[in-house]
């Protein structure tokens, strides 16, 4: 509630410019949910898809607490009704039923969002995709796999399993995201270096416009030239132009073989150089290149992600990164990787002190866990402040670096304040994660990282948001990155499809 009444209120003034920012003001002139409201849901939905504090049979209002809160417990709405449709006609009703009525959407999946977009800015209703959870098709000569959007990601993984194919894409949060969800952030993810983003993966969507119109473009062909592609626009869209509810995306074969080694760096100089000489021997196979800081590194392995290297492999490193190969063949992959490590180690000025190579499943799954745990360690250790950045590669240090000293010039890097600043990410992509780590979040800190932060990234003409998106957070911020002239083409797009601003109101555009 603290930080949601904060971002309402602040003002920035810099010499140059100076903007209100204000979310909840994106929501006058929109109704709130009323019991009339509800007696027509009702018409809609069966009674257990409906869970609302407002009834006198009235759901308890606990139960509507993760529905309000994000997975950071950062932002916090006061939504009193969730609505759980399980087809595309009961969403198509309702959402007609709250254009009619001006009343705001927020669209839900797995409320992994890190940016505040998936939980209201005041008491919008929110409908949660997670009854549509059905796989409608899947190709395997083409494969083509078409899903409602409500399919959690890991339970797509599962499915193709025994269709020797893979989802493009793979999370941290495979476990609660849902498809609807990664297309709407266009989820970057950690193997975007191997299949690409999900603007070229997905084939087609079908999207409720905020008129309750049915968008059809489920389309399941590779190559379709017939004019505009709409179906770009819904994707990283952050529910604003309307509510995804099915996905057909190109699953990619499975890999014969996966390989993975965590190499440990004297340095973060050694970093670009590394992944030169890694893209170059290992070419066709390389998969993913992740990056992360040593004291990330120790947070994962204080808050129990994966398992830790022995001390001999981790004594005098200040960074890691994780290499992962998948190809047809396992000797060929191996022989590659193996004279890789070789040539690394023996090397006049070694690149690398060294290279733990997972020799086993059990093995491989626990390299990924420390990669794939470090945004949970983060949060266990305390509040973070997150900014997910894509900056020149050679960068990335300094942004850490400058962001500490920073903080250290405010006085705020001690214990009882800031904690930790760390940085890992995915190198392969430009993307760092900057992660502040306080004891809480206050507005002191939030005053010394912001602007600081986004003209730190301006200033290398990079991105404020490389997959996370906008929501919330950084609305005030997307000047940064975008133009006078893209926001103002943005704004008309979002008036044209939701001229009633109905749909996640206050998340994305200033
Ligand atoms: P939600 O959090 O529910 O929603 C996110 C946004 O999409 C909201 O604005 C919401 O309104 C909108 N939305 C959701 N579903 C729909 C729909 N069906 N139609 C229209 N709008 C919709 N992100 C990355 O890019 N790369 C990562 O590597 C990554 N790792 C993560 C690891 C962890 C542990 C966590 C917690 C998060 C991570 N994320 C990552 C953040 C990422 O954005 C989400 O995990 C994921 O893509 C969001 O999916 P979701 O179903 O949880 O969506
Ligand atoms: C990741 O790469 O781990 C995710 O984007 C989540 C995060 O930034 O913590
Ligand atoms: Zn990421």
Known sequence: M????????????????????????????????????????????????????LTPSATPPAELEPFNNDWMNKYHGRSTTVLKPRTTQEVSEIVKWCNQRRIGIVPQGGNTGLVGGSVPVRDELILSLANMSKIRSFDDVSGILVADAGCILQSLSDFLVSH??????????????????????????????????????????????????????????RKDNTGYDLKQLFIGAEGTLGVVTGVSILAAPAPQASNNVMLALPKFENVLPLFKETKRQLSEILSAFEFMDRTVYDLAVKHGQGRALDPADVEGADCFVLVETS????????????????????????????????????????????????????????????????????????????????????????????????????????????????????????????????????????????????????????????????????????????????????????
């Open 2 to 53: 603290f930080l949601s009444r904060q971002l309402a209120r602040r003002v920035y003034s810099r010499s140059h410019r100076r903007w209100a920012h204000s979310p909840v003001a994106a929501l006058s002139g929109l109704n709130t949910v009323t019991e009339e409201d509800l007696a027509h849901f009702s018409k809609i939905l069966p009674s257990s898809a409906i869970l609302s504090t």
């Open 164 to 221: 020797h194919h893979i989802v493009p894409l793979d999370l941290g949060a495979k476990g609660s995201c849902q498809i609807g969800g990664n297309v709407s952030t266009n989820a970057g993810g950690l193997r975007l270096l191997r299949y690409g983003s999900l603007h070229g993966t997905v084939l087609g969507l079908e999207v409720v416009l905020p008129d309750g119109t049915i968008l059809d473009q489920l389309t399941s062909l």
């Open 327 to 510: 190809g047809g063949k396992r000797e060929h992959d191996e022989e590659k990787l193996n004279s890789l490590l070789e040539s690394l180690m023996e090397a006049d000025e070694p690149l690398i002190n060294t290279g733990v190579l997972a020799t086993s499943p059990a093995q491989f799954s626990a390299l990924w866990a420390i990669r794939e745990g470090l945004t949970e360690a983060v949060s266990k250790e305390g509040k973070a402040y997150k900014y997910d950045i894509s900056v020149p590669l050679h960068k990335f240090k300094e942004v850490v670096d400058r962001t500490k000293e920073q903080l250290r010039q405010k006085g705020l890097l001690h214990d009882d304040a800031v904690k930790h600043v760390v940085g890992y990410g995915h190198v392969g992509d430009g993307n760092l994660h900057l992660n502040v780590v306080a004891a809480a979040y206050t507005p002191e800190i939030e005053a010394a990282l912001e602007p600081f932060v986004y003209e730190l990234v301006a200033s290398y003409k990079g991105s404020i948001s490389a997959e996370h998106g906008i929501g919330v957070m950084k609305t005030h911020a997307l000047q940064y990155s975008k133009s006078p002239t893209s926001i103002e083409w943005m704004k008309k797009i979002k008036a044209l499809f939701d001229p009633n601003g109905i749909m996640n109101p206050g998340k994305v555009l200033p």
